[in-house]
């Protein structure tokens, strides 16, 4: 376990409540500051775990010994010469985070999360989600023999989400109204500790999404890639990236940083607008909307958190139309056989984007991350397919039909 503080990102005094999931004095948001120094001696080669989230154990906060685990990260990092050959960009990876246990990243920033709930004593988790999050959490509750409470807003969360949620055994509560009025009902209930928050504002979740980072770095021998891409919805998973590298970087195993790029659906665009008025702060949406539901966020958590990562890397953002994410879904699947969900394929449509616009250079290597599995939503993959073709049981009309 690395040496750490929990504090204020905002004011940077220190957090000494666990419970608290936003500054006391100042109402900012929280952060881990990693005690570095001790980690400045070490060199990838004294990493002895197999990869995977708990590799990295010596820049976590929590306890190894100790650990919920079902095994997560550890994902391939698939280098694709068709799909980079479609979308401009020759030297394309894509990093299927869609292979983790409950088939998406939050599992890396559960298995920190739930290992500090139960560091703590907590006996109940919870959590507001568009679906993964619930997922994930539920999977790991049930590991740990804690009870589960999620919120989701009304309508509109794919079915293998909630499918999750409630086969491992979660409280599944439909809130009526958007994701916002979720989480403030599970902010509430942790603000007078009937549950431990496992939002991805509770500042361990971005702990252990850094091993996305480090992963890629060890999968390709640290050779530093230009530019790393991912969707953005509440904005942790981009800063849990940025931290990882600048801690990387402090330690020394890197010497140069990846241009960090985070794409956003264009019905619900609150970061990369900031970004295109060159602005530090973001303006919260009212209605967002979009077929990738695991983005639909119109008032990011982490949002300020973004900015600080895409402009400190010299990185970019910009938006994609849903019929962008969905013709970049189906290229990588029909392209390299990657199946991701909607929200996964928004980094892909970015990087196809990106080139077009000249931001990306065709001599780039660009990584991009896919964050979550197809097989979340199998209703967006049937309805933007052909449906199966009906036939009788006659050879005959069946080899018309495959041109036999
Ligand atoms: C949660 C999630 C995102 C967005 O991540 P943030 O940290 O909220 O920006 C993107 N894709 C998938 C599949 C997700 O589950
Ligand atoms: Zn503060």
């Given amino acids: 376990m690395a040496d750490h503080r929990v504090l204020c990102w905002d004011c940077g005094k220190d957090v000494e409540n666990p419970y608290a999931d ?8 929280l952060t881990i500051k990693i005690n570095l120094e001790p980690l400045k001696a070490m060199k990838p080669k004294d990493l002895k775990m197999p990869l995977g989230v708990w590799r990295y154990a010596a820049l976590m906060p929590v306890d190894a010994s100790k650990r919920i685990s079902i095994q997560e990260g550890g994902t391939p990092l698939y280098r ?7 979308i401009g960009v020759e030297n394309t990876w894509v990093k299927y985070e869609g292979a983790n246990p409950t088939g998406s990243f939050k599992d890396r920033g559960m298995t ?3 290992s500090r709930a139960a560091e703590i ?36 969360v794919a079915a293998g989400k909630l499918a ?19 989480l403030k009902i599970a902010r509430d209930l942790s603000e007078e500790r009937s549950l431990y928050l496992l939002n991805s504002i509770n500042p361990y979740r971005p702990e252990g999404q850094k091993s996305v980072l480090f992963e890629i770095m060890d999968q390709l021998a640290f050779d530093v890639p230009d530019r790393i891409i991912l969707p953005v919805g509440n904005a942790a998973n981009i800063w849990a990236v940025y931290k990882a590298i600048i801690e990387l970087e402090e330690i020394g195993w890197i010497d140069k940083i990846p241009m960090l790029t985070g794409i956003q659906a264009e019905g619900s665009m609150p970061v990369t607008r900031a970004f295109e008025s060159k602005s530090s702060d973001f303006t919260a949406e009212e209605n967002p909307e979009t077929v990738a539901t695991a ?26 139309t849903d019929d962008e994410i969905l013709s970049a879904q189906k290229l990588l699947g029909r392209k390299e056989g990657v199946g991701v969900e909607p929200a ?13 616009m000249g931001v990306i250079d065709k001599n780039e290597r660009v990584v991009c991350i896919c964050t979550g599995n197809a097989l979340k939503d199998p209703d967006i993959m049937i309805s ?4 199966p073709i009906r036939c009788s049981k006659d050879l005959s009309e069946i080899k018309r039909i495959l041109s036999l």
Avoid: H, W
């Fill in 22 to 29: 936003v500054c006391p004095s100042c109402g900012g948001l």
């Fill in 80 to 86: 694709c010469d068709a799909l980079g050959k479609e």
């Fill in 164 to 182: 999750q949620a409630v086969f491992f055994g979660a409280k599944v509560i439909s809130v009526d109204g958007n994701f916002d009025d979720a």
């Fill in 344 to 356: 996964s394929a928004a980094s892909v449509a970015g990087a196809k984007k990106l080139r077009e």
């Fill in 112 to 114: 920190i999360g739930v």
């Fill in 295 to 320: 983005i639909r966020i119109g008032n990011p958590v982490s949002g300020r958190k973004a900015l600080k990562a895409i402009y400190g890397t010299g990185g970019y953002s910009v938006s994609v």
């Fill in 384 to 387: 933007s397919c052909e449906p």
């Fill in 121 to 156: 004593g907590a006996k109940i988790v919870g959590c507001a989600s568009t679906g993964n999050t619930s997922a994930s959490l539920a999977a790991y509750a049930a590991k740990a023999g804690m009870k589960c409470a999620v919120f989701l807003p009304s309508g509109k």
